[in-house]
């Protein structure tokens, strides 16, 4: 008998859980002016996702998917997309629609059900949220395909869940993107949990990036709480994919510290214990170590920054809170270019209007 594949599976960590460096660092994180702007950004999407969950518990927001815990994966994936790439996301990746443009404002309207929040100003490539779950892995290859075809320098970033990479979709898209070697970045957050269903009862396989390799491309692991990992493994990837080198799959293992929505209640599927071993490993406190240890925070920015970011949320959510309701045809106006004739008399009917071709 003779071995015919071999591969590995490579894991990579910068920072570890007390901010200590393990291995030297990579060039952009050298310049902690770098990693205050992430760590910034981080703070953000933290106080963001507070101000959500308190406005859905008011009963002033509709169900929320917090982004708690995974705030690395988002800081190191949007800072390193370019801003002509194309994002095609979950509902879990609010804070990377963020720093690619979309408004606060704009995402509490999209989990008020407003479709004006789909509808966001900045990123107008961008995909809107896709709650059906890796159905946005086939979109994201179509849209790689396209980039690929008009010979852009452009990457799709699709970012999903573990739960996702049991989808049928998720290995068609997979498939593809690998055959035909598209420009696009595949990012797994595994937060170990899909809603009730825990890691090891999602897949036998040992990595979710190991799935890549059925898809002839390279699959890694990063520590997903460590944005210094997240960000570097983000570069490399969209890099190998502008230059023409095929897709990656980037697994960031973290953990999902919130319910899975404001709809749940994980108390009754998981213990204290392995939620209080998680909040040892998040994201943020390690960041904000490495920054005081070599003397680029303090005190007094960690304080400015709190009440900076609060404000921001604050003046944005009164903002969303401000908007006046949707009026009825908006049901109609964000499905199509062109509305059929027959939608456009149902729109007529909702806004009150006769339609002057009926009798
Ligand atoms: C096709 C489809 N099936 C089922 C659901 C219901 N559902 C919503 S979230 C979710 C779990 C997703 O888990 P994962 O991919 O790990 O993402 P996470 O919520 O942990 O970010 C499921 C099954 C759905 N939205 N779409
Ligand atoms: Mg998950």
Redesign the pocket.
């Known amino acids: 008998m003779t071995v015919v594949a071999r591969f590995e599976i490579r894991h990579s960590q910068f920072l570890d859980p007390s901010g200590k460096p393990v291995q030297p660092l990579p060039d952009f994180a050298k310049d902690p002016k770098e990693l205050i702007a992430l760590y910034r950004w981080m703070v953000l999407m933290r106080t963001y996702d507070a101000k959500a969950i308190a406005l859905q518990r008011t009963g002033q927001l509709g169900t929320f998917a917090s982004l708690l815990g995974k705030e690395a994966v988002e800081a190191g994936t949007g800072s390193a997309m370019a801003k002509d790439d194309v994002l095609l996301m979950t509902y ?1 990746e609010n804070g990377v629609q963020l720093m690619r443009g979309v408004s606060l404002q704009e995402l509490f309207l999209y989990w008020a059900g407003d479709e004006r929040g789909s509808d966001f100003a900045g990123p107008r490539r961008d995909f809107p949220i896709s709650i059906t779950i890796a159905a946005h892995a086939t979109h994201a290859v179509g849209v790689a395909y396209a980039m690929k075809l008009k010979r852009e320098p452009r990457v799709a970033v699709c970012a999903l ?4 990479t049991s989808k049928g979709d998720f290995y068609e898209g997979l498939n593809a993107a690998g055959v035909w070697k598209l420009p696009l970045v595949f990012v797994v ?6 809603i009730s269903v825990p ?1 090891r009862g ?1 897949s036998a396989s040992q990595t979710l990036a190991q799935k890549a390799i059925a898809g002839g491309f390279e699959g890694l692991q990063v520590d997903g709480n460590d944005v210094i990992a997240v960000r570097h493994a983000m570069d490399a990837a969209l890099a190998k994919a502008r230059g023409g080198g095929g897709p990656t799959l980037i697994e960031a293992l973290t953990y ?1 510290l919130s319910d899975h929505t404001t709809a749940d209640d994980a108390t009754r599927y998981r213990s204290p214990d392995e939620l209080a071993a998680a909040w040892k490993l998040e994201p943020l406190t390690r960041l904000r170590a490495y920054l005081l240890e070599i003397g680029a925070w303090d005190k007094v920015q960690e304080d400015a920054l709190l009440k900076s970011s609060n404000e921001q949320v604050q003046a944005a959510a009164q903002a969303y809170l401000d908007t006046p309701p949707p009026g009825p045809e908006q049901m109609f106006d964000h499905l199509y270019a062109t509305l059929p004739s027959a939608l456009e008399k149902q729109r007529a009917a909702a806004l009150g209007k006769r339609d002057e071709r009926e009798p």
């Open positions: 879990r869940g573990d739960g996702a957050t595994n937060n170990q949990w899909a890691r999602q999902r």
